[in-house]
Nanobody, 123 residues
Framework: QVQLVESGGGLVQAGGSLRLSCAAS????????MAWFRQAPGKAREFVAGISRPGGITYYADSVKGRFTISRDNGKNTVYLQMNSLKPEDTAGYYC????????????????WGQGTQVTVSS
């Protein structure tokens, strides 16, 4: 089981930026994916962005493409989500997730989850 700890959420005005971090205990898999999902009150959890290892392939939800960037620091086993041009509709709890194997956008494919960090964007 991989342990994940998120940080970096907060309150920001529309148009502002935040960077989320997800620190992972050392994975024992050679191929794996780390991703960010989000869930707003009363809504289903949705995929935001993912990054694979090896290869560093990144993939995004259409709603955040061009505004959010996922990246990783392999030495620190940490994944980041840089969020720019934030909108009120980006307000949600953001969760880091881990799966072995190939990229996926389906939350049930991910085996490990962090506790979440809240992002609130005011208009």
């Amino acid at each position: 089981q991989v342990q994940l700890v998120e940080s970096g959420g907060g309150l920001v005005q529309a148009g502002g930026s935040l960077r989320l971090s997800c620190a992972a205990s050392r994975p024992t898999f050679s191929n794996y994916v780390m991703a960010w999902f989000r869930q707003a009150p009363g809504k289903a959890r949705e995929f935001v962005a993912g990054i694979s290892r090896p290869g560093g392939i990144t993939y995004y939800a259409d709603s955040v493409k061009g505004r959010f960037t996922i990246s990783r620091d392999n030495g620190k086993n940490t994944v980041y989500l840089q969020m720019n041009s934030l909108k009120p509709e980006d307000t949600a709890g953001y969760y880091c997730a881990f799966k072995s194997g190939l990229p996926s956008r389906t939350d049930s494919d991910f085996a490990s989850w962090g506790q979440g960090t809240q992002v609130t964007v005011s208009s």
